[in-house]
């Protein structure tokens, strides 16, 4: 087999970017051991970066003026600071923690953004792929090991840090924001040549000038081998990095260098022995490893998109011919014709079919996740933090801050009125919240479940008090008999300990329906509906519960209480307690994602059928309850009731448009 020119060129691009990602932190991690003073090494690196760039790479440096300069000189600090605390951060914790930190510091940059004049925009897909990031980075720090903790923090400083540097840098160099007029090697240049200036001060600031000959006169060959490689490396890892990028795609291209992850995590393990992963942090790399890669990809789809919507505004004849919508619809489907959206799954070319079937994979999935965890991780949280008015507080707060940083452009309040009517559903969504995890503290998931299922016939009772009721059908009748039937069925065989928990159950059934159809009258096209936005009708529900909310805690004494609870808390209740506020966000935007991407028949058994899984959890993997035939037959009944009651509803409710927003799927399939 003979290999051309181009494909030799490409192996070795690839072998060198491999070499020197992989290197990078591995001759790092060596030469901070080998040679402890920080500063001392950063600032090696730093020079011979600058005197390399000056001897080889002249040619190519362009700085056009000094105001530029001046400019980009805002970048040293942070340029420092990152290589700063990425050798601290090597020395105090293992290259696999660092790893799988560092991959969720898209959170931060995400946020920083959003300040951006022209943020871009976020899809569902680069969320679920931050929340595998996140878990897959809390399923490592687990099982850490004490020592590494004080590593821990540096890493975090770390990735901050580098965001800031990444982002001030985009900021410079955007083409819409006044770009600075220095060439790539001239940047390379200022970041090394002014950044030996502060890394001095902080070498002579820590003593290190005065310990620098005694470490270094017991320096072996070998290590400063690594020294050097750690020097080489720095400057390779840019070369070769574009070198690649220029032979593959970008597809490509990201695997590789995920994959290089991987390999540095093998190495470390397997290689150096320096760390012993246990099932839990192994599975948490991958997942965060995973995650880097799904959201890398999601991110450059997005990326592609605002440079297309660039294109098409500054073509005078494209303006003239195609609407705005046309526009949105055109780089939604990434170049296919506007006729293409019209037809069927099959008539789309094989790339589009898989890429949306890719989709609807990841949204099924986050949303089942989401469903799933929802009644999971507010059980779990609850018993590890028995502080349920605090409890509820900070899922309030998670999820107004969230709202505040990310969907901040698609919040719409029309007026003040607006904003007072709606304050109505307030002491209802609280209520409810409330009452949900007080049932989840005194009764089992499912109770919960099956009695919940029983909860349309007091819809339909207060639907009868409406201008314009639904009609009810002798299916609906039917099937809400049989789920009364099934609740009944399990409810003959429970405990007497749980028999407190049915009251909270049917208070927060009870709460439930009024709120859901007192937000059904406001958002009524027949009722005078408030002008309000979902993000909006969201916002104000979290922002403004978190006043009753905040009484409750104060009148019920928690606030008191709150240190003593927080000190015994352990790792995995700090989780729960994290994963419960995450997924009561998620569970909205995943619902509509995936609705967006599936048939309504589809989505709503994918619904019913998270009920039978967390059933099956909470029997089988928690061990917390023991159900009985009946009890089985029972929740199975109720289920199924669920089911036919809603299919035969929706049948007789008319379709609504979708709302889009930068968390919101822009067209629906």
């Not at 965001?163 to 819409?176: E, H, T, Y």
């Amino acid at each position: 087999m003979t290999w051309s020119i181009e494909q030799l060129e490409i192996i070795l691009a690839c072998t060198s970017n491999c070499f020197s990602s992989v290197g990078m932190l591995l001759f790092n991690k060596l030469a901070v051991q080998a040679f402890p003073l920080e500063c001392c090494l950063v600032w090696f690196q730093l020079f011979f970066a600058a005197a390399f760039m000056l001897i080889f790479g002249f040619p190519y440096l362009h700085i056009g003026s000094l105001k530029d300069f001046l400019r980009w000189c805002i970048v040293v600090p942070f340029y420092c600071g990152m290589l700063l605390t990425s050798i601290l951060a090597l020395k105090n914790a293992p290259m696999s923690l660092l790893i799988v930190l560092r991959n969720a510091s898209p959170l931060a940059a995400l946020a920083i953004e959003r300040f951006y004049p022209e943020p871009l925009r976020i899809s569902p897909w680069m969320l679920g792929s931050i929340g595998l990031m996140l878990a897959g980075a809390l399923m490592y720090v687990m099982d850490l090991p004490r020592e590494h903790y004080q590593g821990i923090g540096w890493i975090l400083l770390n990735s901050f840090i580098a965001v800031m540097d990444r982002c001030l840098q985009r900021l410079l160099l955007s083409k819409d924001q006044q770009p600075v007029d220095i060439s790539k090697a001239g940047i390379t240049l200022i970041n090394n040549a002014m950044g030996l200036v502060p890394v001095g001060i902080a070498a002579w600031a820590k003593g290190e000038l005065l310990e620098f000959p005694g470490k270094f006169a017991v320096l072996s060959v070998v290590d400063k081998v690594y020294i050097g490689l750690s020097c080489v490396i720095g400057l390779s890892i840019c070369y070769t990095g574009i070198w690649a990028q220029s032979l593959i795609s970008a597809t490509s291209f990201l695997v590789m260098v995920n994959a290089n992850k991987f390999v540095i995590i093998c190495i470390e393990a397997f290689g150096m022995h320096t760390k012993v992963l246990t099932l839990h942090q192994f599975l948490g790399a991958c997942l965060s490893i995973l995650g880097g890669i799904s959201y890398g990809k999601a991110r450059s789809y997005i990326e592609q998109e605002a440079e297309e919507r660039k294109s098409f505004v500054q073509s005078g004849q494209a303006a003239k011919t195609i609407s705005n919508e046309c526009v949105k619809l055109l780089i939604r489907s990434r170049n296919l014709a506007p006729a293409a959206l019209a037809l069927p799954l099959h008539a789309l070319t094989p790339k589009s079919q898989n890429a949306l079937r890719l989709e609807a994979l990841i949204a099924c999935a986050c949303n089942c996740f989401s469903s799933v965890g929802m009644l999971l991780y507010n059980k779990l949280a609850i018993e590890a933090f028995p502080l349920e008015c605090c409890l509820v507080w900070f899922q309030l707060a998670f999820a107004t801050l969230t709202l505040l940083c990310f969907a901040w452009p698609s919040i719409h309040i029309g007026s003040f009125r607006d904003l007072r009517r709606w304050c109505m559903v307030v002491p209802l969504y609280c209520s409810m919240l409330m009452t949900s995890i007080l049932a989840l503290k005194s009764a089992p998931m499912s109770l919960i479940i099956v009695l919940r299922n029983a909860s349309p016939l007091v819809a339909l009772a207060i639907e009868r008090f409406y201008p314009e009721p639904l009609g009810i059908t002798a299916a609906m009748l039917f099937s809400i008999l049989i789920m009364v039937a099934g609740a009944g069925m399990y409810v003959s065989h429970l405990p007497t300990e749980d028999m407190k928990g049915v009251g909270w159950v049917l208070l927060n059934s009870v709460v439930a329906v009024a709120d859901r159809l007192l937000q059904r009258l406001l958002l009524s096209k027949d009722q005078q509906p408030v002008d309000i936005s979902k993000t909006g009708v969201i916002l104000i529900n979290n922002l403004c519960g978190l006043v009753p909310i905040g009484l409750l805690v104060i009148l019920r004494q928690e606030a008191t209480q709150l240190p003593n609870a927080y000190k015994a808390l352990n790792t995995w209740g700090l989780l729960y307690i994290f994963l419960s506020c995450v997924i009561g966000v998620s569970l909205s935007y995943t619902g509509v994602w995936a609705q967006s991407l599936i048939s309504a028949t589809s989505f709503l058994v994918m619904t019913n059928a998270n009920k039978f899984v967390i059933i099956g959890i909470e029997a089988m993997g928690l061990h917390a309850r023991v159900l009985t035939p009946l009890q089985v037959a029972g929740a199975t009944l109720s289920i199924l009731g669920g089911i036919l009651y809603s299919l035969e509803r929706q049948a007789l409710e008319p379709s609504e448009p979708s709302e889009t927003g930068p968390l919101l799927p822009a067209r629906k399939l």
